[in-house]
């Protein structure tokens, strides 16, 4: 039986999907349209599911709620980027997480594992170091969560891969061509300034040191480091 | 953006009520006044029929007073009576006897003897003009029992001028009246003219500010001549504007999310082939960053597209200029020392208006992360908010500045279309959406503010400015 459901009426990207996250090592089904979504979650015993909101016969948040009526299975959304409406409504109706079209293969990978740690206690630890812990920061590497002073801040999982990173290797200068590397996956470009977006993303996020201190410093034209007392 | 328009005109003059209503007016008064002047010049009081009945009174009362003496010398049978003139005869009285000759000494005016000789007959008073005198007669008469005939012949009284003066002092509350209820008339006349006028004005400058919803009222419509129709075509062709503009805006946005489905596609496809081959990773890393530019540049687009020309009340909040800009700039300046480069906040100032806080700061975040993009290394893009007041208005004025190597005074205007490009070379440093100033620029309309731009040699200086209101405590 297959482990997650994906609910998209574009057959192509499904067929691409299929064979993408069969090679990630997940099993798939897809149907095409929101009632056979919801038939197919009342019939089956998924994982999780991927949920397309622009679906014909029925749109992704009526399936999702009709879900919600009867199971508590994990759904992640996938929205039309910029639609924060969406996403709001998304998740007040009860989806675990949400992802803007179009999306990097990594952040769904990244997402979709973050959701089945949480919800399935059969899936064994990765590491034995599960948590770091820096300042008033606190890095949950299993679920993939940045707690700051207790409070979850909202991440995407190349942020997560930016801060981890440099928490990891605090008080040492990253190059961004490292960081890239890790984060993005790819190598750094010329003119290639995407990284710097996503450090900035972080630092923006997390916000200064209880002390009012800065974090995370610019090291000119060559990379970054968190600042270590 | 520059109002196309020139300011509204203050000159009271220069206003069309006031040029149709001063018009009208000054043609009834001439036509007023010219119609008392021909009055004055062709009717002589002999035309008025109390003066012509005067004159007659006047010809019979010497007429009767000749005809009773006649009898009592009659009786008398005196036959000098009448050769003798008569000493109480006014010298304005003229006794003509049957043979035509006058009982005076003193020669007949020659008009008096022509109109005698044309009357002598009449058995009614003719009047007639002359010489400078008013004839009146004849007044038939016998006196020892011959025919005579009696003419009044007074000199023609009045100077034209002086006669215009009687008019216009005997009648001087009639004139005033006309003036005034002319004057009212005129006035209706004007307003009924220019009253829809300034509507459709209106309406055309609500349209040109990007109201397409506007409609004239039905002031304008229900009328029934060519301004009533002339409204009803304006209606039609803001209807269509704004059909044609929200069509331009939908389809815009369609094909924005349109694209999104093929890009998703191509993620994953590109995730595919890395896990499928070995060699060619630097060229897939190219695509990827291609695909992450063409995202951001889908989602500029779309973000151009939903910034509306109406900011409802929903969306806004109160926004503390100051501490907008020094977040923003602290966020910029951290990015900025990636690349040598600094973003400094040199002065500020405590102010704040009433609007969006997101759309503002990628405003202003658009325009400083171009700043960045063009300023040389180790230089600093520098940021100045400060205060302007002007009699009752506050404005908040933005500048900001780079050092880099500014832009051709002849494009400048330009800079604000979307993807319009200084230099046409694409990449590099050039590498930005196109889309990061007309976003600047429409959300800066947005909060009824202006924007500009300004080579300060070198560099260029962007100047934002804001009107701010006042604070109220909710």
């Known amino acids: 039986m297959s482990e997650i459901l994906l609910v998209d009426d574009d057959l192509e990207l499904c067929e ?4 993408y996250l069969v090679m990630e090592g997940f099993t798939l089904s897809t149907v095409h349209d929101g009632l056979s979504g919801v038939e197919a979650v009342n019939t089956n015993n998924f994982k999780l599911v991927l949920l397309d909101v622009t679906l014909p016969k029925l749109n992704g948040f009526e399936v999702l709620k009709r879900i919600r009526q009867n199971t508590k299975v994990p759904v992640l959304m996938l929205t039309a980027r910029g639609e924060e409406v969406d996403r709001i409504i998304g ?11 179009p999306f990097n293969h990594r952040e769904l ?3 979709m594992k973050a959701i089945l740690r949480r919800t399935d206690s059969s899936l064994p630890p990765e590491e034995n170091v599960q948590t770091l812990n820096i300042d008033d920061l606190s890095i949950n590497l299993l679920n993939r969560e940045v707690l700051l002073t207790g409070k979850v801040l909202e991440m995407t999982a190349t942020e997560f891969l930016v801060i981890k990173t440099l928490v990891e290797k605090a008080g040492t200068l990253i190059g961004r061509d490292e960081l890239t590397k890790i984060a993005l996956g790819r190598r750094l470009m010329e003119y290639d300034r995407a990284i710097d977006m996503h450090v900035s993303n972080v630092r923006k996020k997390t916000g200064p040191k209880p002390d009012g201190s800065p974090r995370i410093k610019t090291v000119r034209g060559s990379g970054y480091f968190y600042i270590t007392d | 953006m520059i109002s196309p328009f020139r300011p509204i ?7 069309l009520f006031w040029k149709i209503f001063l018009w009208f007016w000054l043609a009834m008064m001439t036509l007023v006044f010219s119609l008392t002047v021909v009055v004055a010049f062709i009717l002589d009081p002999a035309d008025f029929l109390p003066e012509r009945r005067g004159l007659f009174r006047e010809l019979e009362k010497h007429g009767h007073r000749l005809e009773r003496i006649s009898e009592k010398q009659s009786r008398r049978s005196n036959k000098r009576a009448i050769r003798r003139p008569n000493p109480d005869l006014p010298h304005e009285i003229h006794l003509f006897n049957s043979s035509g000759k006058t009982t005076r000494k003193r020669p007949v005016p020659n008009a008096l003897r022509h109109f005698y000789q044309q009357t002598r007959n009449e058995r009614q008073y003719q009047v007639a003009m002359g010489d400078g005198l008013v004839m009146v007669g004849p007044y038939q008469l016998h006196l020892e029992n011959l025919p005579h005939q009696l003419y009044l012949a007074k000199p023609s009284p009045d100077h034209v001028l002086r006669r215009l003066w009687q008019i216009l002092s005997n009648h001087w509350s009639v004139l005033v009246t006309t003036l005034l209820v002319s004057g009212l008339f005129c006035f209706l006349l004007a307003a009924y003219l220019v009253s829809p006028i300034r509507h459709l004005q209106t309406a055309a400058r609500r349209i040109a500010e990007g109201d397409f919803d506007t409609e004239v009222s039905k ?3 229900h009328r029934k001549d060519e301004i009533g129709q002339l409204g009803k075509d304006f209606n039609v062709m803001s209807r269509q504007l704004s059909d044609l503009v929200d069509a331009q805006k939908r389809l815009l946005l369609d094909v924005s999310h349109e694209l999104r489905s093929p890009l998703t596609r191509l993620q994953i496809a590109l995730a595919l082939a890395r896990k499928k081959t070995v060699g060619g990773q630097q060229e897939y890393d190219r695509i990827e960053l291609e695909i992450g530019r063409l995202d951001q540049l889908i989602g500029q687009v779309i973000q151009w597209s939903r910034l509306d020309n109406r900011l409802n009340e929903a969306m806004r909040e109160w926004v503390e200029l100051p501490n907008l800009l020094s977040e923003l700039i602290e966020d910029t300046d951290f990015e900025a020392q990636a690349q040598d480069k600094q973003v400094i906040l040199i002065e500020e100032e405590a102010c704040g208006l009433r609007g969006n806080s997101a759309i503002l700061s990628s405003a ?7 700043a960045i993009r063009f ?3 180790k230089t600093a893009v520098r940021v100045f908010l400060s205060l302007r007041e002007q009699i009752s208005e506050k404005t908040a004025v933005i500048i900001i500045e780079d050092q880099g190597p500014g832009v051709p005074e002849e494009s400048i205007a330009f800079l604000f279309n979307p993807f319009f490009r200084v230099d046409e070379t694409r990449g590099e440093k050039n590498s930005g959406t196109g889309l990061g100033m007309a976003i600047a620029q429409r959300a800066v309309e947005l909060h009824q503010g202006t924007i500009h731009v300004e080579n300060r040699h070198p560099g260029l200086r962007v100047i934002i400015e804001l009107p701010v209101s006042p604070k109220i405590n909710e």
């Open chain 2, 219 to 221: 002031h304008v419509t």
């Open chain 2, 375 to 377: 300023t040389p290394e």
């Open chain 1, 91 to 101: 998740l007040e109706i009860g989806a675990d997480d949400y992802l803007p079209k």
């Open chain 1, 16 to 19: 691409l999907l299929s064979e």
């Open chain 1, 109 to 111: 990978i990244a997402r």
């Open chain 2, 9 to 15: 005109v203050r000159n009271p003059l220069s206003q």
């Open chain 2, 364 to 370: 202003f975040e658009n325009i400083i992360r171009n």
